[in-house]
Each structure stands twice: as structure tokens, then as C-alpha cells.
Nanobody, 119 residues
């Protein structure tokens, strides 16, 4: 069964950094792009960053470009999101899913990991 387990969230001050990790299972990880999404309270889930299956291409939403970096380890079936210079607007629950620009397994979202940016 497809499963995503996100970790690494927490409370951080503005300007701080966090590294999120996602362990994926139940599908051929190396054959799929992977992406991070986030959902802030009262808002819809949005794409944050994506990477193609071989890691040759990435995409970022404009508000995080230059601050966030997505990476993947196909040997470990894991995708990470390094977040630097965090801002209060980055506060959200972060999720990962297969797919480069849209979630492939829409019915298999994990629990996510909460990132709170506050002083």
C-alpha cells in the first residue's frame, strides 16, 4: 500500500531553518517525480516544490524560490526539503506525494509535519 511519512517539522523563529524528510513506500519510488505540498490553516493545499524522477528538473513556488531546496535519495526512497530563511507565511502542515507538478496518489496523503514560524 502506498504510504508517505513526513517528519522534521517544528517551531522555528523567523530566519531559521528546518529540514523536512519524507519516507515513501508502496510504489516504485525511482519511477516517479516527487513533490512537497503545504496547507496553512483555512487555505487550500498548495505545491511548494517538485523534482522529477531522476532529479534532473525542479520547480518551486515563487515565494520559496531561493530559500527552499528539494532533494531525493532513490536508494532510500526518501525526499527532503531544506528550508532556510523561514518566514511566518511558511507556517503550514507540509506533505509529500508522488508526482512532479500534481499529486499522483491523491487518496494516500500522509499525516504531514507541522512547521510553525513564529517569534
Amino acid at each position: 500500500q502506498v504510504q508517505f511519512v513526513e517528519s522534521g517539522g517544528g517551531l522555528v523563529q523567523p530566519g531559521g531553518s528546518l529540514r523536512l524528510s519524507c519516507a515513501a513506500s508502496g510504489f516504485t519510488f525511482s519511477g516517479y517525480g516527487m513533490s512537497w505540498y503545504r496547507q496553512a490553516p483555512g487555505k487550500e493545499r498548495e505545491l511548494v516544490a517538485g523534482m522529477t524522477s531522476a532529479g534532473s528538473s525542479t520547480t518551486y513556488r515563487p515565494s520559496v524560490k531561493g530559500r527552499f531546496t528539494i532533494s531525493r535519495d532513490n536508494a532510500k526512497n526518501m525526499v527532503s526539503l531544506q528550508m532556510n530563511n523561514l518566514k511566518p507565511d511558511d507556517t503550514a502542515v507540509y506533505y509529500c506525494n508522488a508526482g512532479f507538478l500534481s499529486p499522483y496518489y491523491r487518496e494516500y496523503w500522509g499525516k504531514g509535519t507541522l512547521v510553525t514560524v513564529s517569534s
